[in-house]
């Protein structure tokens, strides 16, 4: 629910006092323990212990040794769940060409990297901008716009491979795999 409900709203970062506004576009839901492809299927460790606090909380990790990825957390204390930020549609100016601005935006590495997202945002809440990144209310994209679609590159997943847990704008040029 919150992964379709994150579409249209916008990721805000604050840097060295310029707010850059981008709506996200593409999400990835990732729900508790039994969940093969989240974190949390591996038990509770100090990579993911954010997961199991409260909702509305960054949880920021690390991934092939060059890639920081961005999640909410999304479910009830204790219980881990948390969607990824797959790709964002810029609202300020990158570059003239539209298609420049795609390459740097549209995938979830693509976009912290853009963004100067890293585990420094780890634990922060995503509903108070003293931090320099949250979350704003955006627009409401009707459930006719929504696309949901299976997960990407959780092959290992078992069952919860072929889950239709990705969810994305219709036609929105940003998203970082159509299907």
Same mark, same amino acid.
């Given at each position: $629910? ?20 981008? /709506? ?26 954010? $997961? ?13 040794? $060059?890639?920081? $990825? ?8 204790? @219980? #881990?769940?948390?969607?990824?930020? =797959? ?9 003239? !060409?539209?298609?420049?601005?795609? =390459?740097?935006?549209?995938? #979830? ?17 995503? @509903? &108070? ?20 679609? !299976? =997960? ?6 078992? /069952? ?5 847990? =990705?969810?994305?704008? !219709?036609?929105?040029?940003? &998203?970082?795999?159509?299907?």
């Amino acid at each position: $629910m919150v992964a379709r409900e994150l579409l249209g709203c916008f990721l805000v970062r604050n840097i060295d006092d310029k707010i850059l506004k981008s /709506k996200i576009v593409e999400t990835e839901a990732y729900e508790g323990p039994d969940d093969l492809a989240s974190h949390a299927s591996r038990g509770r460790t100090p990579r993911n212990e954010v $997961m199991f606090g409260e909702p509305g909380i960054c949880y920021v990790y690390f991934t092939y040794g $060059m890639h920081h $990825m961005l999640n909410i957390v999304t479910g009830k204390k204790d @219980y #881990p769940a948390a969607v990824l930020i =797959r790709a964002v549609e810029p609202f300020f100016a990158i570059e003239n !060409k539209t298609s420049a601005r795609q =390459r740097k935006t549209n995938g #979830p590495a693509k976009l912290t990297k853009f963004l100067q997202i890293d585990r420094s945002f780890n634990k922060a809440p995503v @509903y &108070v901008k003293k931090y320099g990144l949250w979350i704003e209310n955006g627009e409401k994209i009707k459930k006719s716009e929504i696309i949901c679609a !299976k =997960r990407i590159g959780i092959d290992y997943a078992g /069952k919860y491979k072929d889950k239709s847990w =990705r969810f994305y704008i !219709k036609d929105n040029n940003f &998203v970082s795999r159509k299907g």
